[in-house]
């Protein structure tokens, strides 16, 4: 069986892995030259253990190309581009309209092509329809993904969501994931909208469930609950869960963000005005303020110097799209203070420096520290978890920990003032 897969981004990689390794031979494509040139040269370009592992497995099943004529004469097509949120917070299909305009001619009669895209509502339909006459089946498969282990996940998801309107290419999936199928992973079959909406759904309950305790977490901090203690209780309900119930400065990543914007606009598109995508984002879009507002009113920040930890939008990776470092980093250069900015991810630590040349970013922790008058975390990093104040203390000038991301028990430090979030700042010096 020949696959290709088009884009080659956490996504599309993760397909290219799990394609190979049921035996597949799989074009990997991707219209970035130097991205394929350092795929072929075996540099993935992001930190993700076991899929790399897997694509070096399967390397000679792989093809990584940027020639189009690479992809002629494949059973399946996994379309995994990006649609980024453009101006007015709709997806911008672009990437994915110009790749199936020039893939349209190469598409075999009786090839299937599968979307794993997150794309709006009528794509999957309009697309079926453009390729109706070319006997093309197209299949709405939209993915769960989280990265730091894309790989596990489009091995073992929670469950297959299908958008789908042939028996043919239900054969086709069922026969392509038989031993997921077998183990019990549910398969969920429905038109191509409402695998549509069931992408963004997930996206946009997960977005908001974590907005809702962030909000939550300025009211505790008002009137003397601890938001760690409410979190624990309110996850062990079943009905609710303990997923997603950490508070912080807020979330990011290439996903979540865009995604809530996407399904405002598609609301407005329709007429609507979706009350719940808008909040979460709006709490989002504060809650770094809030945190902001609270450091300077306890460390005025002009001119002093914080180790900024946490340059990845989440711990365990190398990607920094609408990381939580990017906008708090503008805004405490905005208020005068002297930053410099650590990641134990080398990629986002080179990532972070393009975006943020004003900001000193050093590679590795004592230098963020020394001489800092604060550290701000950013990221639930297990090297930032395990700080040691007795290594702390001849190292920086000032006592403040700010913990954007709550990693420590209240009282756990002696020597250091610590402000976190949603709970009382606990106070040890002058
Ligand atoms: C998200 C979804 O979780 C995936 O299911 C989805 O497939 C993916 O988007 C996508 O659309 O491709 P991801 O952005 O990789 O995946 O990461 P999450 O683990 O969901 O974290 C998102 C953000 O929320 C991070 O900034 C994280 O720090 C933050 N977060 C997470 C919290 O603030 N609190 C929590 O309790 C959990």
Known sequence: MRAAVVGCGYVGLANAAFLASVHYEVAAYD????????????????????????????????????????????????????????????????????????????????????????????????????????????????????????????????????????????????????????????????????????????NGFLALKISYLNELSRLAERSGADIGEVALAFGADPRIGHALTKVGVGFGGSCLPKDLQALGAMGEEKGLSLLLPEAATAVNLTQPLYFLKKMDALLPLPGKKIALLGLAYKAGTSDIRNALSLSMSDYLLKDGAILSAYDPSPLARESFQKAQPAVNVVSTLKEAIKGADALLILSEEKEFAQLEEAALLPLMVGRWIFDGRNLYELGHFHYFNYASVGRKTVLTHD
Not at 110 to 126: C, D, H, K, N
Request: proline share 4%.
């Open 31 to 202: 219209i970035d030259e130097k991205k394929i040139a350092s795929l072929q040269a075996k540099a993935f370009p992001i930190e993700e253990k076991k899929l790399s592992e897997v694509l070096q497995k399967n390397r000679e099943r792989i093809l990584y190309t940027s020639s189009l004529k690479d992809l002629a004469h494949c059973d399946a097509y996994f379309l995994c581009l990006p649609t980024p949120a453009g101006k007015d917070g709709a997806a911008d299909l672009s990437a994915f309209n110009q790749a199936v305009t020039t893939l349209q001619d190469l598409f075999d009669e009786g090839s299937f092509v599968f979307i794993r895209s997150t794309v709006p509502l009528g794509t999957g339909s309009a697309l079926a329809k453009k390729l109706a006459s070319q006997h093309v089946s197209v299949v709405s498969y939209p993915e769960f993904l989280a990265e730091g282990h894309v790989y596990e996940e489009e091995e073992t998801p929670s469950r297959f969501v299908l958008g789908i309107d042939d028996d043919k290419s239900l054969a086709y999936f069922k026969n392509l994931r038989k031993k997921s199928l077998k183990e019990g992973i549910p398969c969920y079959a429905m038109s191509h909208e409402s695998a549509e909406l069931t992408k963004y759904a997930s």
